[in-house]
């Protein structure tokens, strides 16, 4: 048989739609240079779609220290206080090439389009990026309990929009983030290293590589 047209495609926001990704590295650096704690890039990419009081935790562990709980939760308003700042200066130009032509497209067939974020930011982005009004439904770290690779918030954005989850296809560009979705009974594809995203059905390097005729192309191959 073969596999239906997707319902509903759902959206990671960072390193799927645009690069938040450095402006964590910085505001994480900054607190790992507080505690003295080493930070590199290495590190900040096993922290990609993880929440940020999970990403915390895997800090402290890697500086193999404790803190107390007042403290910890400083450290995580200090992160998002720099983090904050950072985004605040984004701009529609900061979204990455393809995205805004293959969401139209889905569009215009009438698939809908939603957001999956771990990102408790996710709105503020957005907001900067000036394409809140093209999702059908958002859901972000402050609508979810469980962080990825909880399938929560897939699950969720599935529901927002009364699709059912193996009508979904994921784009995701975080380990995490493939597991979540697999969790989720949703076909996903990997944006970025096929190497360390084990699990997709499908990889791309970015969405500029991703038109509809291909979309449909590669949902013909699947099995
Ligand atoms: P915040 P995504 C994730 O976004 C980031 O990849 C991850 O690095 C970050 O820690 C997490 O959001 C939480 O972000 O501190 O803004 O709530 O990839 O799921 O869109
Ligand atoms: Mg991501």
Not at 156 to 174: G, Q, W
Not at 184 to 204: E, S
Not at 209 to 221: C, E, G, P, V
Request: proline share 4%; hydrophobic share 45%; glycine share 6%.
């Amino acid at each position: 048989m073969t596999p239906e047209f997707p319902s509903a495609c759902i959206f990671d926001l960072d390193g799927v739609i645009c690069d938040t990704a450095k402006y964590h590295f910085h505001s994480w650096q900054i607190i790992a240079g507080t505690l003295d704690i080493q930070f590199d890039h290495a590190m900040n990419e096993s922290l990609k779609g993880v929440s940020r009081v999970e990403s915390l935790k895997l800090l402290l562990k890697w500086g193999n220290m404790q803190v107390s709980e007042s403290r910890f939760n400083e450290l995580l308003e200090k992160k998002n206080e720099h983090y904050i700042e950072l985004i605040s200066q984004m701009s529609p130009d900061e979204i990455f090439p393809g995205v805004l032509e293959f969401i139209q497209e889905l569009k215009e067939t009438g698939v809908l389009v939603a957001l999956g974020s771990a990102s408790k930011n996710a709105r503020i982005v957005l907001k900067k990026l000036n394409i809140t009004q093209l999702f059908d439904a958002i859901v972000d770290g402050r609508h979810v309990t469980e962080s990825k690779p909880s399938p929560e918030v897939f699950l969720l954005a599935a529901r927002k929009l009364s699709v059912s989850p193996e009508k979904c296809f994921v784009f995701e560009d975080a380990s995490v983030g493939i597991q979540a979705a697999v969790s989720a009974g949703m076909r996903v594809i990997g944006i970025g290293d096929p190497k360390v995203l084990n699990g997709a059905d499908f990889h791309l390097k970015g969405l500029d590589q991703l038109d509809l005729a291909t979309f449909k192309r590669m949902i013909i191959n699947l099995n």
